[in-house]
């Protein structure tokens, strides 16, 4: 734990402590007073407001969206089913900035619903919603859907003999049964839309703004360290709310279930109803989450076919020192040393984790690994320039300190992906490796290594599509001579002119085919079977 808790300690909570308590000091004392002061301005209650409305309406719409898809995955087999699997998935790993940048072609201004029919939603509550249920749609699918695969259809069919409508034994025999999946699925998009801030700042425009979007604009516009402090202490005070509520509820209603292999439960679809569903799941596919994607590559080519993306290797003056294409290099190379500190990072808290008698103790350090996806991104950022400008910590001119913020980020996916591997592991294996003279090292290199290869692999790629994508910190830390893709996007996105505008969906359509090819090589790994697992 030593190594995990020192990486927290130096490069999450000192930053972020940093930047609070130099915004809530005042004469060289906290002036708790301050967060009233804040809390009671109109505006800052407005953002509270649409910030927990906006979320709760995205989950809403995003379960409602997204559940019937979860059946069709878990439940119906049909061609082309491992094919429209990643094909939903992708939304997920695309960086939000591409996501807003997707849905500005599809209904901004001069976007596809406007040269048709003259519609914009850019200026609308909508055009949030949907991004957010385009992001968040592979959540329910994968989290709901992966358990819904593995119950036994015989419950339900026994409800059915019983004299039970289909529709009474679904909500009295399997929706309680899925009650802990949904309960988790909402709970991420909860979190993810409530913390939206790529989304939000590319599709809200000056009339909508998040809790994170303000906390920016007070921190890198308006300079008001003190506000964004106590918006920070809000939010974060909020997201653990969240989560309390959510482990209380989930501990309660979590009973044994009855599991089945995934690969038996599901069939080809019979009679209309199903056909039907499965029909109105693949439009809405189509609709909602290919279509952005597809405006978005044409968008990048316009009339002048590879135009912008040749306009790409032009310096400009403007707001880029080099070419806005070296984007591309910086991004992979900040991507590829974030996940080499995020797999060392998480893989050795995984390890400290599956001690199942450190009691209280590895609890609390669970917890400590999930803040940096609870507490504001752009806090973080800020934090880094506040902290770490002073040796032995002087790390702002260092291009590491990119690496590091993303790293933050990644380290609760490598975490969550290799703990459950490593916790199945049987004990006995290494108390055998260890009477036949193995020491401790070689014992974890030849008995769990083998075992827990894949799931780092998984966990990389994943570290690899977050890093790749991050922006909420990066965007104060990336020298202008070394942007990364999100932040060239962003920073092409807030100047005029089509050629602007061209190269940002241009730049923006190269991060989303680095991004699909991470989840390419990710579902090989998931759904390879030559190994074992």
Not at 32 to 41: E, M, S, T
Not at 247 to 267: I, M, Q
Not at 317 to 341: R, W
Not at 496 to 512: E, F, H, K, R, V
């Amino acid at each position: 734990m030593a190594v995990p808790v020192a990486f927290f300690a130096v490069f999450f909570a000192y930053p972020v402590a940093a930047i609070v308590a130099r915004g809530l000091d005042a004469e060289g004392g906290l002036q708790f007073g301050r967060i009233a002061d804040v809390l009671a301005q109109s505006d800052v209650r407005h953002v509270l407001w649409f910030t927990t409305w906006q979320a709760l309406a995205s989950t809403a719409l995003t379960l409602l969206v997204a559940l019937p898809g979860a059946y069709v995955f878990a439940r119906l087999d049909f061609p082309g089913k491992q094919a429209l699997r990643a094909v939903v998935t992708v939304p997920f790993v695309l960086p939000t900035v591409v996501v807003g940048t997707a849905f500005l072609a599809l209904v901004g201004r001069g976007g596809l619903l406007d040269e048709l029919w003259g519609v914009r939603l850019d200026t609308t509550v909508w055009a949030i919603l949907l991004a957010h249920v385009f992001f968040n749609y592979a959540v329910v699918v994968r989290t709901v859907g992966g358990l819904w695969s593995q119950l036994d259809p015989r419950q339900e069919e026994a409800a059915r003999m019983l004299g039970a409508s289909p529709l009474r034994a679904w909500r009295q025999v399997t929706l309680p049964a899925l009650a802990p999946a949904v309960a988790a699925a909402a709970l991420m998009v909860f979190l993810f839309t409530f913390t939206s801030f790529g989304v939000v700042q590319i599709l809200g425009g000056p009339t909508f703004s998040t809790l994170e979007v303000e906390i920016y604009r007070q921190t890198s516009q308006v300079f008001d360290l003190s506000t964004a402090a106590v918006l920070t202490l809000v939010q974060f005070a909020a997201v653990a709310v969240v989560l309390a509520v959510h482990a209380w509820t989930v501990r309660r209603r979590e009973t044994a279930l009855t599991l089945v292999d995934a690969a038996t439960t599901a069939r080809r679809p019979r009679g209309r109803g199903q056909w039907a569903l499965l029909a109105g799941v693949l439009g809405v596919v189509a609709a909602l989450l290919v279509l952005p994607l597809a405006v978005l590559v044409q968008r990048s080519l316009g009339a002048s076919g590879f135009g912008y993306y040749r306009a790409l290797t032009r310096e400009d003056g403007g707001a880029f020192l080099v070419p806005p294409v070296e984007a591309i290099g910086n991004s992979l190379q900040y991507a590829v040393a974030a996940t080499a500190v995020a797999v060392v990072i998480g893989a050795l808290a995984a390890a400290a984790l599956t001690r199942r008698d450190a009691g209280r103790l590895v609890r609390g350090f669970d917890a400590l690994l999930m803040l940096p996806l609870g507490v504001s991104a752009v806090t973080v950022g800020f934090g880094f320039l506040i902290a770490l400008d002073e040796p032995p910590l002087d790390l702002r001119s260092s291009w590491i300190l990119v690496p590091l913020a993303q790293a933050l980020v990644g380290v609760p996916f490598v975490v969550r992906t290799v703990l459950p591997v490593l916790r199945s592991v049987d004990g006995r294996l290494r108390e055998a490796a260890a009477v036949l003279g193995a020491s401790p090292w070689r014992a974890w290199r030849e008995v769990d290594l083998p075992m827990v290869r894949r799931a780092l692999l998984v966990a990389a790629g994943f570290a690899f599509a977050v890093s790749l994508g991050e922006f909420g910190a990066t965007v104060f830390i990336a020298r202008p001579d070394n942007p990364t893709l999100p932040v060239a996007v962003a920073r092409l996105l807030g100047r005029p002119g089509d050629m602007n505008y061209g190269q940002a969906m241009a730049l923006s359509t190269i991060l989303m085919l680095v991004c699909a090819v991470a989840l390419v090589v990710l579902e090989r790994l998931r759904t390879d079977r030559s190994g074992e697992f």
